[in-house]
């Protein structure tokens, strides 16, 4: 079985640059999550999907992230303008019930 | 709302000597608690999960762990490691029942020595 696909692998950006980062869930899998991970510390959710519907965003930035699950399946995830602090690691989940997996991650590096 | 607190950042343990992780976690419901571990520059990778039944919990690499209640505590454990078990260690919560956020620790990195 596949696991959690997420792409680019590695991003280095300038502060007020836009990103995006894209997600591939385990197939079936309706919960799908973005965490934020900073270096020295444990992941941090930003937001959780069900299906294409947001249960869960209320530690999402939203005056410069956003994210969209069209379809259930696929997301992506899109910092626009980017600053020095949201260098970090994001890290994709999904889960078909309480368990989740996790992709290898997209390390973040703004300068 | 849930979280944990690892107590350890770093432990250092000789090559084939047992470890132990600890966490303890605080919650006002019921919870399901995990343990997962990261190599350099990957994902998490699910080690062992407590969801409900037997207290003493087996999961992947030799691991297992205690979920004890009324010490609010799920800490991890290995009777003897290999230096291929040098990672970082999440403990995390959840409140049980369904697909919810979880909580991470801070972290333990696990550094085995030769």
């Known amino acids: 079985e596949a696991g959690v696909a997420q792409s680019p692998r590695y991003k280095i950006i300038e502060k007020r640059q836009s990103v995006a980062f894209w997600c591939n869930p385990i197939s079936g899998h309706a919960t799908l999550y973005w965490y934020q991970q900073i270096l020295g510390q444990g992941p941090k959710l930003l937001i959780q999907?069900?299906?294409?519907?947001?249960?869960?965003d209320s530690q999402l930035p939203k005056d410069r992230f956003s994210a969209e699950r069209l379809k259930g399946v696929d997301s992506t995830l899109k910092i626009q303008p980017a600053k020095l602090e949201d260098s970090a690691v994001y890290l994709c989940?999904?889960?078909?019930?309480?368990?989740?997996?996790f992709g290898p991650g997209t390390r973040l590096l703004v300068l | 709302a849930q979280s944990v607190t690892q107590l350890d950042s770093q432990v250092p343990v000789f090559e084939e000597a047992p470890v132990e992780l600890r966490c303890n976690y605080s919650?006002?419901?019921?919870?399901?608690l995990f343990w997962y571990v990261q190599y350099p520059n990957q994902g998490l990778q699910l080690l062992l999960k407590?969801?409900?039944?037997?207290?003493l919990v087996k999961g992947i690499n030799g691991f297992e762990a205690e979920f004890n209640k009324s010490q609010t505590s799920f800490h991890l454990r290995k009777p003897s490691v290999h230096i291929s078990d040098t990672a970082e260690y999440f403990c995390a919560v959840t409140r049980g029942g369904g697909a919810n956020n979880l909580f991470f620790g801070t972290g333990t990195r696990l550094t085995v020595i030769p």
């Open positions: 989940a999904s889960s078909l019930m309480e368990t989740q997996y």
């Open positions: 919650s006002s419901v019921s919870v399901y």
């Open positions: 407590y969801l409900s039944g037997s207290t």
């Open positions: 999907f069900q299906n294409n519907g947001v249960v869960d």
